[in-house]
């Protein structure tokens, strides 16, 4: 049975330094303490909440609930053919570890994914991606509890839905999901994908000098570029891109680049537009405003800091105050992507 604490601060587990106390508190760190836990729960009628790495979770000052720490641990080759290799990670495990354990092993794949904070158990939820890469086009499946019913499940990567910064686990009832593994597939036919401007740029010096570029390459690069453009959380607090970037029709994307040339936008494959939210939040002068002690980072402002350490009020406070000047200089709507940390009674 694990260790159920009670008034934890999760303040420390809060990649936002939000203040946040857990009217209950236990970490598990194997699927029996987690089963031990939500039994816990479930007799003394006490709601429960799933915290992986605190890099995609809004905390409220006071969770009346059972906050459960995910810490399970271990990886390893699951199977091995002509087309690639299957891997099994746990969820506790550390994201950027674990790609970094893959490129030890000499199994590229997630190399562009390097550095992104938080655990192995929370990359499906919000399929995360950076430079040109999205993981759910590398996970072969997920694993966990159905905590409305106890059973076990398996999804693959279709069942899954993966969409941008999105999945099936993030739609509504999405909290009854607990994930406690997750399996990927790395193709041998593998190709390095370093078309990212940032990237390209990084890489090439190494180019020009014709060398063989690797996966270990680009994952230097991915961490250098990073580094240099989004703080990290232990100096400056800070959950990575506070909004999507938002799809528009082409339509508004026209409107858009007729008035302001310098627009950053990409064309998707459905006719539609990405814009750089980034571009659009700096261009209306919330680069490096501060607002409540929260603030809109310096080199990069997509990313919303909390270096005052000030409470979810004051952070939604800001995060409205940017998403309105949006709308009313573009007619561009904002979509938060981190979530609000979400209760469930079993
Ligand atoms: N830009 C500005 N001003 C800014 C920030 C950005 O003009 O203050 C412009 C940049 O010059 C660039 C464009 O906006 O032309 C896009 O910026 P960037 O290349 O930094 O990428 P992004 O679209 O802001 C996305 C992801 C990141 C991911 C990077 C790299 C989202 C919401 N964000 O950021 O993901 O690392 O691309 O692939 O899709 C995250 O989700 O937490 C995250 C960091």
């Known amino acids: 049975m694990p260790c159920i604490e009670q008034n934890v ?16 508190f236990c970490r598990c760190q194997t699927e029996q303490d987690v089963l031990d836990a ?4 479930k007799e003394r009628g006490i709601e429960v909440s ?10 409220e000052d006071h969770i009346d609930a059972l906050v459960i720490k995910l810490e399970l641990q271990g990886r390893k080759l699951l199977d091995e053919n002509e087309q690639g290799k299957l891997i099994r990670a746990a969820a506790g495990e550390s994201w950027h570890e674990f790609v970094l354990w893959t490129l030890e092993q000499g199994w590229p794949g997630l190399e562009n994914l390097s550095l992104i904070p938080g655990t192995v158990g929370a990359a499906p939820i919000q399929n995360i991606g950076a430079y040109g ?13 159905d905590l409305l019913d106890g059973s076990r499940f398996e999804l693959s990567a279709k069942q899954c839905a993966f969409d941008y910064r999105d999945s099936v686990f993030k739609q509504q009832d999405q909290a009854r999901y607990l ?42 690069a991915v961490i250098a570029v990073r580094n240099s453009k989004l703080p990290a959380p232990e100096m400056i607090p800070n959950l990575g ?9 082409a339509k508004t994307q026209q409107r858009l680049i007729n008035k302001w040339p310098d ?20 261009k209306a002068g919330w680069k490096g405003r501060e607002y409540g002690g929260v603030r809109m980072h310096d080199q990069q ?18 995060a409205t105050q940017v998403s309105t000047d949006i709308q009313a200089m573009f007619d561009v709507e904002l979509e938060r992507e981190p979530q609000l940390l979400k209760r469930i009674k079993l």
Do not use: M
């Open 179 to 220: 994930i406690s593994a997750v399996d990927f597939f790395l193709p041998n036919t593998h190709s390095l994908s370093l078309h990212y401007p940032a990237l390209a740029d990084y890489l090439a010096p190494l180019k020009e000098s014709g060398a063989d570029i690797s996966a270990t390459d680009i994952a230097h």
């Open 301 to 318: 402002a997509l990313v919303l800091s909390n270096p005052k350490r000030q409470t979810l009020a004051a952070v939604l406070a800001c």
């Open 133 to 145: 890469v999205e993981v759910g086009d590398l996970i072969s499946s997920v694993h966990g509890f």
């Open 9 to 24: 601060s999760l303040q420390p587990y809060s990649c936002l330094a939000l203040p946040s106390t857990a009217a209950y």
């Open 241 to 249: 891109s506070f909004f999507k970037n938002p799809v528009v029709d």
């Open 263 to 282: 627009l950053v936008s990409y064309a998707l494959e459905d006719g539609r537009f990405k814009l750089a939210a980034g571009w659009l939040i700096d």
């Open 38 to 41: 939500l039994a816990w729960a």
């Open 50 to 59: 799933l915290l992986g790495g605190g890099s995609n979770a809004l905390l």
